[in-house]
């Protein structure tokens, strides 16, 4: 079983729509989530930090994370085609060493 | 601030021959990261370093793969003899310090390798 799993999508979506992207992950010993964005030919980019179980939220993005169904979500509302890349959710258990999922492909079209 | 620098930014080599990348991180962070990226995948890591010293290695594949970070600054990472499964996007990271950032690595735009 995959430490982190992630749909990979693609996920096509037209410009103002609510996204939904999600993820799983196997232990429950892990604290820290975060969401990552990687433009095409791009390194990632941190987008959210989550510690433990809530909510977030920064403008459009809310990250999620319910850990007793080891479940984290982000929700990009009234999504732009500038929003069009691979999110990558990531897991650790103190910040240091990160476990990325596959990443999921979202293209939004005007 | 100048991001994290990578060179190559493109390699295409055979299988058998080698190749090194080059990392110059953020200014001031101590914590260098090598990634593995294979097309459709998460980046994986390969390598993790504290200054000049080596943190985690345990994903390293250690018979063809070497990287070193001489002086806590720039690094190397080399594969020798190179295989048809090394193809990939090799990313570098940093961040500030262990256990003392929010998750936040900054990656550079990473080098592209294809091994034919």
């Known amino acids: 079983q995959k430490e982190v799993e992630q749909d990979p999508g693609p996920l096509s979506v037209p410009e103002g729509a609510i996204v939904s992207l999600n993820c799983t992950y196997s232990?429950?010993?892990?604290?820290?989530f975060m969401w990552y964005r990687q433009y095409s030919r791009k390194g990632p980019e941190l987008l959210m930090y989550t510690y433990s179980s809530g909510n977030k939220e920064d403008g459009r993005f809310t990250a999620q994370v319910d850990k007793s169904s080891k479940y984290i979500s982000l929700f990009i509302r009234d999504s732009q085609p500038s929003d069009s890349a691979t999110y990558l959710c990531a897991v650790s258990y103190n910040t240091d060493k990160l476990i990325f999922g596959t990443g999921t492909r979202l293209q939004v079209f005007p | 601030e100048a991001g994290v620098a990578q060179s190559p930014r493109y390699k295409i080599i055979e299988k058998r021959q080698s190749v090194a990348f080059w990392c110059n991180p953020i200014?001031?962070?101590?914590?260098l990261y090598w990634y593995q990226q294979i097309l459709g995948q998460g980046p994986k890591l390969l390598i993790q370093?504290?200054?000049?010293?080596?943190?985690?290695d345990s994903q390293l594949p250690k018979d063809r793969f070497s990287a070193e970070r001489l002086k806590g600054v720039d690094s190397t990472l080399k594969i020798q003899p190179a295989k048809l499964e090394d193809s990939a996007v090799y990313l570098c990271a940093s961040s500030l310090d262990r256990g003392k950032n929010t998750g936040e690595l900054f990656f550079g735009e990473g080098s592209r390798l294809t091994v034919l």
């Open positions: 232990n429950s010993a892990f604290q820290y």
């Open positions: 200014s001031g962070h101590a914590t």
């Open positions: 370093f504290q200054n000049n010293g080596v943190v985690d």
